[in-house]
Each structure stands twice: as C-alpha cells, then as structure tokens.
C-alpha cells in the first residue's frame, strides 16, 4: 500500500453513507495517507463507484477516489460487518432529512448504530459527522449499547464543507470541529486529522452538535438580512452590490454571505434552519428571528415571480421561459431544495412553459420537474424563442455567453437576473430590458 508521505500515523477507518460528505471524507481522508473503507447501503451507488464511475459531480474528486483506489488506500462495499473487524475510527455520514414535522429524521443514523452494535466486537471511536441534533450522540451510544456492551466512544466532527469546493475545503478547513467526551476520544481524532491544516477545535459533544446547526443558521440569517436590505434598495434607488461591499469591509461583519438574490436552498440551509427552530421549542423557547429567516427566504421567491409576472404584461400563462440553470448553486449537480427548482414548478403552475438550461444538474432536474419542461442541448437553444431568460443559478459560465446572440435569439430581450451575476450597464448597452435584486 503507498503511504502518502508526511502521514503521521496511518488508521482504519470506515465511513458509513457515500454521498456528498461520506465520499468526500472518505476519500479525502484515503488521500491523506489513511486506509478508508466507504460504505452505502446503495448497491449500485457501490457498483458503479468499484467501477470508477463518480455518482456525484463534485471538482477535483473523481481524480482523488481514482488515485486513491489505485493506491489501494479507498474501497467501496455495502458490508458494514466485512469492514468492522480492521476499523478503529467510523464515521457515520447518512443523510438526516427533515422529518414531516421540521425534526431532523435520525432514522439512517440510528439504522447504522445498531448495526454498529450488532457487529461490534473492539473499541472504537464512532463519529457522527451527519448533520444531527443536540443529544443524538447520547441516543446512538444507547442504540449501540443496546447490541454490544464493550468499551467504545461515540463523538461528533460536524462537517462543514461547500458543495462545488467540498475537496478544497476539506484540505483547508476553517476549523474542525470535535466533540468527545473523553481525552482518548479526543487524542484518537486529533491522530485522524494530524495532517488537516486548520484549527482543531475541542469541545463538548453537545456544543459540537450545536455549532453546526448554529452556523448554518446565522448563514441563512445573513443573506435573508442581505436580502430585506435589497427590498429597501428598490424602494430607495440605492445598489445592494454597493451596500453590501460597503457592509462587508466591517470586519465585523465581513463580506461573505452578503449576495442578494432569490435566496438560499441546498441540502442543508433549509431542513437544518427548521431543525434548529424545531429544538429550540423543544426546549421551551421561541426562536422568533429564525421564523423569519425563513419567511424572507421564501418571499424573495414570490418577488421575483411577480416581477416576471408584472413585466411580462400581469399574467404568465402562455408564456416560454428560458431558466439558465437548476443547481442550488454554482459547481455543484444537486438540487435538494434548489431556489431554481421551486422557482420552475410556480411558474408552470402559473402556466407558463419552461425550457431550461444547467452544466451539470439537468439529470437530476429531470427527474425533480414535470415532464413538460425542455432541456435543450445548450444555453442558445434554451434562449431560443423565448419571451425572457431568467438567470437561477450562479454558473459564472452564463457570465461569458454571448449575449449579443443570446438578444438575437429571445423573442423579446429580457432577462430577470436572480443572482446578480450579471452587470446591469453592460445589459442596458445591449438593449436588454434587465432586472435584478436590489439594484
Ligand atoms: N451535502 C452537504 O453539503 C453537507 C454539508 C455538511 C453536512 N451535511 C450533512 O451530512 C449528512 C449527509 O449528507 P449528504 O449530502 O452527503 O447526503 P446524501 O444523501 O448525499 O448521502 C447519504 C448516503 O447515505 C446512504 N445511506 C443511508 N442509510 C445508510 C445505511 N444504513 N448504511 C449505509 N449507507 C446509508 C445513502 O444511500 C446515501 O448514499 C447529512 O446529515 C447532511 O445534513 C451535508
């Protein structure tokens, strides 16, 4: 097996879920000189990852699980009880969707705790690096302890990587978060991550819980707060771009977070902002600016429909939209609660038809929308014929179309840009009619 060089101790260690966080963590981890065994319960997510065939599109890692396979640090099964004899760290990386109530569903995770408990026979440190809430790694002790009586360590590590950058971030993280309840714990992650740059922070097991839901949700709270600002700037004449960079440059504040648009989706902003509203009632108590938080969210949406609506002569019904782009974000192929995808349906519930264009989220949007939108082969023809184009996602590719043919193509030149992405004088010089967020 090729050790990669600088690695301080290699381990074993298992990760359970191979989706966005368990692949990236697995073979992340693979790459910093561990022997990692990814595990799904998905057998052809399995199939096709052993065949080198990357289910996900995410920068960078289709080149590092190739790497790290040929090197023979990264194996895929679906057999937890083939890979728990070696293993002495086991992440637990499953999805934890929102359950019907806003609670996060801990099914997944407690499914793996007992089968953890069922096979276990050694000491481990079993992390949850899901996204789960406060007192979760109590119950999946228990759900363990249920099974096998050994010594073992339940801790949390919290990810925090960025769909589109999740292989840089890994590798230079802002911090990593970890909450154990013991020094050998403690000492046992520490081994894990020697290599990772980035602060390591230790802490309770219960604060580690909640710094992930914390942090997300003071996220979501910023570009909401962003967002009421760019309802005053359309009021007021004043330009969102300008108000936030002259926000963000308080290194109080600082800049990031603060893009107006048709607001924030993905797979964790929404069901974690629910989740961490649903455990503060729980404990008794109101969390008021997070009910907020999620009211602006989804008004931005309606704003921007009704403005496509009011320019394009009060009524949407019969209308040919060109969405550009379905991704929840740029450099990324997921949709989970993708503003773009929401934006689609309401259209074609207010009965216009869409024809819609993304670099990578296309397969999985078709299996999301009705069957009656299009999915032209490229931006050009999605513009095509269109009564206007409507900006969804912020693929900087869209930025160096030509947008001179792209003005030929349209039925009739406008553009609703729901990202500012693109520049409002260079628009009007082209003779678009073109609208934004707050400017
Ligand atoms: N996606 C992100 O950007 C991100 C960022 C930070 C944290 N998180 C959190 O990480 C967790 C995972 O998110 P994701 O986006 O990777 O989810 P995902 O849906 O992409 O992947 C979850 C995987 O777990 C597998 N799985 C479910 N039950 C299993 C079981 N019993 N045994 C083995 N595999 C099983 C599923 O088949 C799936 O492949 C969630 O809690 C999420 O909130 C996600």
Not at 62 to 86: C, D, I, M, W, Y
Request: with cysteine; hydrophobic share 40%.
């Amino acid at each position: 097996m090729d050790q990669a060089p600088g690695i301080y101790k290699q381990m074993h260690l298992t990760v359970v879920g191979t989706g966005y966080v368990g692949l990236v963590t697995g073979t992340c981890l693979a790459d910093a000189g561990h022997s990692v065994t990814c595990i799904d319960i998905d057998q052809e997510k399995i199939s096709r990852l052993n065949k080198g065939d990357i289910p996900i599109y995410e920068p960078g890692l289709e080149q590092l699980v190739k790497h790290n396979v040929a090197a023979g640090r990264l194996k895929f099964t679906t057999s937890l009880a083939e890979a728990l004899p070696a293993t002495e760290v086991l992440f637990i990386a499953v999805g934890t969707p929102s359950a019907a109530d806003g609670r996060a569903d801990l099914r997944y995770v407690f499914t793996v705790a007992d089968d953890i408990g069922k096979h276990l026979d050694h000491y481990i440190v079993v992390v949850d690096k899901s996204t789960v809430p406060v007192g979760t790694a109590k119950q999946v002790t228990e759900r363990i302890q249920r099974h096998y009586q050994g010594d073992f360590d339940v801790a949390s590590c919290p990810e925090f990587l960025r769909e589109g950058s999740a292989v840089d971030d890994f590798f230079a993280p802002d911090r990593i978060v970890l909450g154990v309840r013991n020094d050998k714990a403690g000492d046992i992650l520490l081994d894990v991550f020697k290599t990772i740059k980035g602060q390591k922070v230790l802490t309770t097991i219960e604060s580690a819980e909640l710094i992930k839901y914390a942090s997300n949700a003071f996220l979501a709270t910023k570009i909401s707060f962003i967002n009421e600002i760019a309802q005053i700037c359309e009021r007021s004449g004043a330009d969102i771009e300008e108000v936030a960079y002259g926000i963000g440059l308080d290194n109080r504040i600082g800049p990031k977070f603060l893009k107006a648009g048709i607001g924030w989706g993905g797979s964790c902003f929404p069901k974690d902002v629910i989740a961490l509203d649903q455990m503060a009632g729980d404990g008794g108590y109101d969390f008021r600016l997070l009910k907020a938080v999620v009211e602006v969210n989804s008004n931005q949406r309606g704003h921007f429909i009704k403005r496509i609506s009011d320019q394009l002569g009060g009524t949407l019904a019969g209308k040919t939209l060109a969405a550009f782009g379905l991704a929840f974000k740029n450099n990324t192929d997921d949709i989970r609660e993708s503003a773009a995808i929401d934006i689609i349906e309401q259209l074609i519930a207010a009965g216009a038809t869409v024809k819609a264009f993304d670099y990578k989220a296309t397969d999985n949007a078709r299996a999301a929308l009705p069957t009656s939108v299009l999915y032209p082969a490229d931006p050009y023809e999605t513009a095509r014929q269109a009564d206007a184009l409507l900006v969804l996602t912020e693929w900087k590719e869209f930025k160096e179309l030509d947008w001179i043919k792209l003005k030929s193509l349209l039925r009739q030149p406008v553009v609703f840009d729901g990202r500012n992405l693109l520049k409002p004088a260079t628009m009007r010089e082209l003779g678009y009619s073109y609208y934004s967020i707050g400017r």
